[in-house]
């Protein structure tokens, strides 16, 4: 007898129901859950793929039964961009447990938290820096009556050296945003990553269609593949040749690793590979970052809201600092907001069934891929009223929170497989917003109103700006606040 799969529209031979799939999945996915319902199949090539749109079928399937959708399908082989030997693509077992283990651990404990303070502060200043020569300049022009000649950030940059210099910094030792690989910046060959991790690839699912190398993606990910690796060796070969640090307790998480590598009493033996592709984060802050400066310059209430908050609590004879951010209330609702709307992994990374199961009655056969539309259902009208409209406001009636504890709201998923960088995504975000807000007034460019701002989503599955975010800053703190002496 057939199984009782859940229900979704008929395929075609071949491409299955691909052709349904527009350049922003996430989208056309939702679209296709108003007509089959918050779980379907859907055919991507021959391959049947669960599509989750509700909170009700996402807890089903990141609460009840996590422990039978905590794997990933495979993406790549041991020297793929997209190896096994990922955190984000390791399957579920013990090699995937160790290393989120030491991830925690030596990464994100509230120990490293901690220790790693003075390096965000450092950078939160270090930003502040670099947009301050713009603002200054600025300044003087509105203040001469001069008018015209304001000058423009590119706040997309700025937002995005920040957090990734943190997380590099954190991992590895280096700034790698400033690096340029292969004649290419890092942050551009990171985000293709990201992408491939979370996107769609007719390759993947029609092998057949493999050898056309339809949108010329396997030479990409060949090249992705050469170019990181080439970086990664080069650093794994400079932490050898610098071992002392670790004896002084200053090691970052490739020392451990290393040290890890030569434990002979280790049953996993963690090999330079390993290494390599472990320290290759996926972190998507800076994303989350330049939505939420582009939702505030659209809606010039709210982020007046923030800015009287920061006064309230920091005031102008300071600059703001972590311990202010439990105290930013209406910045952390606005921070909250921008992921709701802006989940930088719409549909999360893909889990996979470990055995046959069932859901609400439907049958999963074993080693099904599901995808969870976490951008469907933050914007689902049965839970958020006005759903697409920007609104903080929205939360002070209510307790949902972002951590993987309410299915109405999941930028980082939930369960076995939550994102284990939350903490140090939220501390990130929201330092940097309360910095760029208490430091600056902003406006849009000449010609640009908060109505027509432009806020297309690229193409691809992962939530970046089409166009970079510019806007005009003017400094509102005295300036040896805005420019203090090392
Ligand atoms: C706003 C920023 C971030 C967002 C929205 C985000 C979101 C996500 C999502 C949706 C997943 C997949 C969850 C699932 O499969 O169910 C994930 C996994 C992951 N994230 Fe994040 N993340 C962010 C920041 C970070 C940071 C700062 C780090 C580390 C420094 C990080 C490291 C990871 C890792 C290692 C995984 C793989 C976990 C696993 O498969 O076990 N993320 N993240």
Redo the contacts with the bound molecule.
Sequence with gaps: ASLKLPPGPTPFPIIGNLHLISTLPHRSLCSLSHKYGPIMTLYLGSLPTIVISSPEMAKQV?KTQDHMFAS?PVMGDDNHILSPHK??T?EYGPY?KLM?KM?VQE??SPKKMDSFASLRAREVCAMTHSILETAIRNEKAGASGSGGSMQTVDVTKEVTYFTGNI?ST??FGRKCYETHLGGRPFKQLLDEVVALLTGFHYKDFIPLLGWLDLHGLGRRQSELTHIFNGYFERIVDEHLSERKKMETGEGDFVDALLSLSEDESMEIKITRDHIKNIIF?????G??LEWAMSELLRNPLAMKRVQEELDSVVGYNRVVIECDLPHLKYLQMAVKET?RLY???PL??P?QSKKHCKIAGYEIPKNTRVL?N?WAIGRDPITWEEPNVFKPERFLASKIDVKGQDFELI????????????N??LC??QLGLAKLLHCFNWSLPEGISPKNLDMSEAFGNTMTRVVHLHAIPIPRLPFHLLHPKP
């Design positions: 990141l990933r955190i984000a390791a995937w989120r991830f990464l994100l997380v954190m991992t984060d996926i972190d998507t802050s994303n989350i992921l989940p930088s992994g999360l990374l889990h969870i976490a930028p980082f998923g939930s369960g076995r497989r939550i994102c284990p960088g939350i140090l995504a990130m975000i």
